[in-house]
């Protein structure tokens, strides 16, 4: 199951065309970023009106969402100002407020 998640993971962000998350390109609450075809949207979700933000990706033109895949399920975020980088080594990082500058 591992296996295949990551399999999911990698064919869905492979798919995600001419925007990036980089060091100095985070993604915020509020943006998402769309898979060349439009079939698939990463970004920040709430369900349930409530604070807590996950990290997730979803069917981009399905109503009610559907979720496919989520990164912090065990851990929300509950800031605003959270957002998603990716490390220059490759790593998938969520911070929970601002980024700061080093």
Do not use: H
Not at 35 to 40: D, G, H
């Amino acid at each position: 199951m591992t296996r295949f998640a990551c399999f999911l993971l990698f064919t869905l962000l492979l798919s995600f065309s001419y925007a990036a998350i980089t060091p100095t390109s985070p993604l915020s609450v509020g943006q998402t970023l769309s898979s060349s075809n439009k079939v698939y949207e990463l970004g920040f979700f709430s369900p349930n009106n409530t604070q807590d933000q996950y990290v997730g990706i979803w069917f981009k033109d399905t109503i009610p969402r559907v979720v496919v895949w989520v990164a912090n399920r065990e851990k929300p975020v509950t800031e605003s100002t959270a957002n998603l980088v990716i490390s220059s080594n490759g790593s998938l990082l969520l911070f929970n407020g601002k980024l700061k500058n080093t």
